[in-house]
Antibody, heavy 120, light 106 residues
Framework: QVQLVESGGGVVQPGRSLRLSCAAS????????MHWVRQAPGKGLEWVAV????????YDADSVKGRFTISRDNSKNTVFLQMNSLRGDDTAIYYC?????????????WGQGTLVTVSS | DIQMTQSPTTLSASVGDRVTITCRAS??????LAWYQQKPGKAPKLLIY???SLESGVPSRFSGSGSGTDFTLTISNLQPDDFATYYC????????FGQGTKVESK
């Protein structure tokens, strides 16, 4: 069964760190570029970061630049999002998604999301 | 950055209606546009890619058109399962979503 399962969300204080994980199954993970997308409560979708299939190319949104880092472990079929210096406006559901073809394409598989709440 | 603007923000329609949602890009994105459907509490679901290609398994009442800066998503013969929020996404330069269009029951 093709699926992505995120984990690692929770409540964290401003300025602290959190690491999200996304475990993939049912497809060739090591050939797939992977993204993180977030959605603040009641708001729209915002792209966060992408990593190429081999981990050699990474891009992230200006809103998280210098604070968030995307990485992957192809031996464990898992992509990660390390989030540092968290702020209130980082509160959101974080989804991982697979790029359908190359890095610069649409998403054909989404996880169910994990909620991150930044609050004191 | 490329901005994506959807209209309308909310659309009231009845089962059987033909519904059209518009997405405009702040600069030309060729045909590098996707459409997603999202229901409350669920992850988005891919409907259309490359402006007009229907994802496998998606009903044929969904169709997409456009190129350059102006795009449309059309749902012909709206079904009860189609009441949801729809997002366009450009992937020409990084990735940007429109603000969403909620299709609600009239």
């Amino acid at each position: 069964q093709v699926q992505l399962v995120e984990s690692g969300g929770g409540v964290v204080q401003p300025g602290r760190s959190l690491r999200l994980s996304c475990a993939a199954s049912g497809f060739n993970f090591s050939s797939s570029a992977m993204h993180w997308v977030r959605q603040a409560p009641g708001k729209g979708l915002e792209w966060v970061a992408v990593i190429s299939f081999d981990g050699n190319r990474k891009y992230d949104a200006d809103s998280v630049k210098g604070r968030f880092t995307i990485s992957r472990d192809n031996s464990k079929n898992t992509v990660f999002l390390q989030m540092n210096s968290l702020r209130g406006d980082d509160t959101a559901i974080y989804y991982c998604a697979r790029a359908a073809l190359l890095v610069g394409t649409w998403y054909d598989i989404w996880g169910q999301g994990t909620l991150v709440t930044v609050s004191s | 950055d490329i901005q994506m603007t959807q209209s309308p923000t909310t659309l009231s329609a009845s089962v059987g209606d033909r519904v059209t949602i518009t997405c405009r890009a702040s600069q030309s994105i060729n045909r590098w546009l996707a459409w997603y459907q999202q229901k409350p509490g669920k992850a988005p679901k891919l409907l259309i890619y490359k402006a007009s290609s229907l994802e496998s398994g998606v009903p044929s009442r969904f169709s997409g058109s456009g190129s350059g800066t102006d795009f449309t998503l059309t749902i012909s013969n709206l079904q009860p399962d189609d009441f949801a929020t729809y997002y366009c996404q450009q992937y020409d330069l990084l990735w940007t979503f429109g603000q969403g269009t909620k299709v609600e029951s009239k």
